[in-house]
């Protein structure tokens, strides 16, 4: 009698483990698209058991939240940091998981010294290509194989869809982004490459990116996805505008990613309203309102956000082939510091403690019912 209940309970468990293994959310979606995660520097090298199983139970793609961007691996002329981006190409490929660079070219997280001269004078675009070049070659040369898609240039358009006067348009104009395309698809001639921003369900801003990608393509500029970042709130954008992008960059020819998707929880503060940015907000009422713990009404808000995005995604999983989540918990989230310091967000899907949220797990399962 004991024997059998223990055998019994032993099976119960396999099964249990078995059942939970195949419903990671990488399971869930496996004939829809690759589902993502952003990594830090801590998460790729872990020796946390249960981060570790997280990541392996639930994505099938990694991105790198800042290790590859120009500041952190490329931080002076002569000087690499390679520790990160090897160790995040190891994780990749022992979990054989589709491995993504981020990011080439930005505006923001590279170094002053990329665009002056030692008289701090801004260089010419002779010189800024060089530069260009030169990291390119290295950084994307040396995950030749191991990365299989770049997202090559971010965050180069305003929203209404002009170019953004970053110091690469100031220097080189609107061919700065062909540029980084020429080189990365050099670099890497098997890599896909991307172009990737926010806000890109606003038309504006869209048709801008659309048009400039259809051009570079046209002049045989190799470039294949658009990537939506996906930085959402509860209530914007619409359904319908995340819509229409996803067909819109279709229709145009490229693949689309869901390249950094969260939902802020939180009242979004404006500068505009009064607030004041660079304080901390970790005290305030108003804009911080779930710091012992998120209210039941928005945690359900949340859960039917997510499960009403997927249900698009899903509806257009033939033009999908990625969605990545930006951070593997509610603790690692960038959001609980952007646009303000120090708040408790709730934007992702496994909670501070690494557990999965059950009401959103549940109304997403039903997505794909
Ligand atoms: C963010 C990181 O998550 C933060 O840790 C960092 O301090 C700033 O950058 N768009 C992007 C990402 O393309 O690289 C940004 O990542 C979030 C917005």
Not at 23 to 52: M, P, T, Y
Not at 112 to 123: I, R
Not at 194 to 199: E, G, I, L, V
């Amino acid at each position: 009698m004991i024997k059998t209940t223990i055998l019994f309970l032993v099976i119960t468990l396999l099964l249990a483990s078995h059942k939970q293994k195949e419903k990671g959310l990488k399971d869930l979606f496996e004939d829809s698209f690759f589902i993502g995660v952003a990594l830090n520097g801590r998460q790729v090298s872990s020796e946390d058991s249960k981060v570790n199983a997280l990541i392996e139970g639930n994505f099938n793609s990694l991105s790198p939240e800042n290790g590859l961007k120009w500041a952190l691996v490329h931080p002076q002329p002569e000087s690499y940091h390679f520790e990160f981006g090897d160790a995040y190409v190891a994780l990749g490929e022992q979990l054989n998981a589709f491995t993504i660079g981020h990011c080439l070219v930005w505006h923001q997280q590279v170094p002053d010294w990329v665009f002056e001269d030692e008289t701090g004078a801004l260089v010419d675009k002779e010189e800024l290509y060089s530069r260009m070049r030169t990291h390119i070659q290295t950084v994307a040369g040396r995950y030749k194989g191991k990365i299989q898609g770049w997202d090559v240039v971010n965050e180069a358009f305003n929203e209404d869809g002009s170019f953004r006067e970053s110091k690469w348009f100031q220097i080189a104009g609107s061919d700065f982004i062909k540029e980084a395309f020429r080189n990365a698809a050099k670099a890497d001639p098997e890599a896909e490459l991307y172009y990737n921003d926010y806000n890109v369900w606003k038309a504006s801003k869209r048709n801008g990116i659309l048009d400039f990608a259809k051009e570079m393509k046209a002049e045989g500029i190799k470039i294949d996805a658009i990537g939506m970042q996906g930085h959402y709130q509860l209530e914007s954008p619409s359904l319908e505008e995340i819509e229409r992008g996803i067909i819109d960059i279709h229709e145009a020819g490229f693949k689309v990613m869901i390249t950094e998707l969260d939902v802020d929880v939180l009242p979004r503060p404006r500068s505009a309203e009064g607030a004041d940015l660079n304080m901390n907000f970790a005290n305030s009422e108003e804009y911080n309102p779930y710091k012992d713990g998120i209210s039941p009404e928005a945690e359900a808000k949340l859960a039917q956000r997510y499960a009403d995005i997927f249900a698009i995604f899903e509806k257009h999983k033939d033009k999908i082939t990625r969605v990545t989540f930006w951070g593997l918990s509610d603790r690692n989230s960038w959001l609980n510091n952007f646009p303000v310091r120090g708040r408790t967000n709730y934007p992702l899907l496994f909670d501070r403690n690494l557990d999965p949220k059950k009401e959103v797990f549940e109304k997403l399962a039903g997505v794909i019912r």
